[in-house]
C-alpha cells in the first residue's frame, strides 16, 4: 500500500525564522496531498492542499511545493510565530477513492 | 463556520465491551470517513462511507467494526467488542462531494479499553 515518510519529527525554530516540513510517498498515481495542523487537543484542521498539476501554492505565510517526478511535497512556513506551534501531518490520497495516507507528524515549536 | 462535531470526547471501556462512537459531519457534506490514531503513531485510515455503503475499508476495519448512518445526521462507529489494542483517538471527517478533496475532521473521541 501507500507509503508516506515525513521529516523531520521534531523541528524547534526561533520566532520569525522558517520552518520547512519534507514527506515523501510512494503511489506515483496520488494525485492530491493536504497537511493538517494539530494543536494540542484540538481536531486536524487543514491548511493547505495542492494538486498533481500544479507545483507550488502559497497562502500568506504557507507555501505547500510538490517535485511529482522525485515524489516528494514540502509545507514552507516563513516568519514563523509562537502560534504556529503545533503537530503538522502531511498526508496523500494515492490512488484512492478517497482515503488519506498520512505522515507520522512534526512537532513544530516556535520560540518567542 | 460548520465544523464537525464528535460525541463522547472520552469513553473508557473494560475489554469485550462494545462501544458506539458518534459523529455529526457538516451538513452538506456525502462523504464520511473514520481515522484512528494510536498514540504516538500516524493517523491511519479505517473506513469511508457514502450513499448509505461502505466506499472503502483498510485492512484494520475487520468484523468487530461497522459504520451506520442511522439518520440525516448522524454517522456512528460501533465495536462490537473492544481489544486492549482498540484503545485510540477516533477521528470522524467528512468532505463535501466526490471531486472535492478536502476532508474536514471532527475533534476526536479518546477510547480508553481496560
Known amino acids: 500500500g501507500e507509503n508516506v515518510e515525513q521529516h523531520p519529527s521534531t523541528l524547534s525554530v526561533q520566532e520569525g525564522d522558517s520552518a520547512v516540513i519534507k514527506c515523501t510517498y510512494s503511489?506515483?498515481?496520488?494525485?492530491?496531498f493536504p497537511w493538517y495542523k494539530q494543536e494540542l487537543g484540538k481536531r486536524p484542521q487543514l491548511i493547505i492542499d495542492?494538486?498533481?498539476?500544479?507545483g507550488e501554492k502559497k497562502d500568506q505565510r504557507i507555501a505547500v511545493t510538490l517535485n511529482k517526478t522525485a515524489k516528494h511535497f514540502s509545507l514552507h512556513i516563513t516568519e514563523t510565530q509562537p502560534e504556529d506551534s503545533a503537530v503538522y501531518f502531511c498526508a496523500d490520497r494515492g490512488s484512492t477513492l478517497g482515503r488519506l495516507y498520512f505522515g507520522r507528524g512534526t512537532q513544530l515549536t516556535v520560540w518567542p | 463556520e460548520p465544523e464537525v462535531t464528535q460525541t463522547p470526547s472520552h469513553q473508557v471501556t473494560q475489554m469485550g465491551q462494545e462501544v458506539i462512537l458518534r459523529c455529526v459531519p457538516i451538513?452538506?457534506?456525502?462523504?464520511f470517513y473514520w481515522y484512528r490514531q494510536i498514540l504516538g503513531q500516524k493517523v491511519e485510515f479505517l473506513v469511508s462511507?457514502?450513499?448509505?455503503?461502505?466506499?472503502?475499508k483498510s485492512e484494520i476495519f475487520d468484523d468487530q467494526f461497522s459504520v451506520e448512518r442511522p439518520d440525516g445526521s448522524n454517522f456512528t462507529l460501533k465495536i462490537r467488542s473492544t481489544k486492549l489494542e482498540d484503545s485510540a483517538m477516533y477521528f470522524c471527517a467528512s468532505s463535501r462531494l466526490a471531486g472535492s478533496l478536502e476532508q474536514y475532521f471532527g475533534p476526536g473521541t479518546r477510547l480508553t479499553v481496560t
Open positions: 462511507f457514502y450513499n448509505n455503503e461502505i466506499s472503502e
Open positions: 451538513s452538506n457534506h456525502l462523504y
Open positions: 503511489d506515483s498515481a496520488s494525485n492530491y
Open positions: 495542492i494538486r498533481s498539476n500544479v
